[in-house]
């Protein structure tokens, strides 16, 4: 299956979370130094855990996170506030919490999309597992850049500070758990993300055959390609997008249904014009909930 990240060979460093108990945790990973994706790196793989862990050892929500607003929210340009759901509009019609990952600078190479998820700590992005590697945070690690267009970065980029991927996917490369989150670092000013970009909700409950539109940032471009189509369910694990010309970069696109909450995450597809998403459900739910600390939303 084709997994729409430029095909770089990088070196990596796989980071093993220490097991809770006797449970396998989640891996934690970020890109490699050159921040380019690769073919995942594969190492002996750990017993999957039976259910994910989050700090609290709690169990994982089955219905995503929740859509209260937050205590906190500064004004979006235009003098808009940016909420669970809520987002600067663009040139071009998209939302302002989508955007790109380069491999370091914005001057660089853009590789996969991904897409501002409302969190307590509105901090994190969602995007496809694969378009993270195992490796370490730091200087020429991977930047998110939202609502980048025509060489520009609006609202400034954004360091991945950490990644959480299902062990599935991260050990196993599972299809059915091709998806990561992203905790992102505040900006030079301080400000975390979504506090400037506002961010869709994610919905775990496996919802499926439902118009959504999909806005991914194809490689070979400085523009974002955004389409409208309905999402129909393959299996009980994947569900596919028609919609002509989402090439290699559209790896991570969120799904977005019509109540504005993320249904789907671009994985791959069989062409350009066929793209493919996990259905997220109990899985997609556990993982957020690691990834926020087990606080709800």
């Not at 945790?25 to 999957?48: L, Y």
């Not at 995503?64 to 340009?77: D, F, I, M, V």
């Not at 195992?134 to 954004?158: I, M, S």
């Not at 409950?205 to 471009?221: F, H, I, L, M, N």
């Amino acid at each position: 299956m084709d997994k729409r990240t430029v095909g770089t060979t990088v070196t990596v460093v796989m980071c093993v979370v220490a097991a809770l108990g006797a449970s396998a945790a989640m891996t934690q990973v970020v890109p490699a130094d050159d921040g380019k994706p690769a073919a995942h790196a594969k190492t002996t793989p750990p017993t999957p855990p039976t259910t994910l862990p989050s700090p609290s050892r709690s169990p994982a929500p089955s219905t995503g996170p929740s859509t209260g607003p937050s205590a906190k929210e500064a004004p979006l340009p235009g003098g808009q506030t940016p909420g669970p759901s809520s987002s600067a509009r663009v040139p071009g019609g998209h939302a302002g919490f989508t955007g790109t990952l380069f491999e370091g600078e914005v001057t660089g190479d853009h590789f996969c999309t991904a897409t501002v998820v409302h969190s307590p700590g509105r901090n994190l992005i969602v995007t496809a597992g694969h378009c993270l590697l195992a490796g370490q945070a730091g200087e020429g690690g991977a930047d998110f850049a939202p609502a980048y267009a025509d060489g520009r970065a609006p609202y400034g980029t954004w360091k991945i500070a950490e990644v959480f991927e299902d062990p599935h996917w991260s050990d196993d490369t599972n299809d059915d758990y091709d998806l990561a989150f992203a905790r992102l670092a505040p900006d030079a000013s301080g400000r975390n993300i979504e506090d400037v970009t506002g961010a869709a909700v994610l919905d775990t409950t496996g919802r499926t055959d439902e118009a959504v539109t999909v806005t991914g940032y194809p490689a070979d471009r400085k523009v974002p390609r955004t389409c409208t189509s309905r999402a129909v369910r393959l299996t009980a694990t994947e569900q596919r997008f028609d919609c002509a010309d989402f090439p290699v970069g559209t790896s991570g696109s969120a799904w977005i249904a019509g109540d504005g909450k993320i249904i789907g995450v671009l994985t791959g597809g069989d062409t350009d014009d066929v793209s493919t998403s996990t259905i997220l459900n109990d899985y997609a739910a556990a993982l957020y909930t690691w990834a926020t600390g087990g606080a709800a939303g």
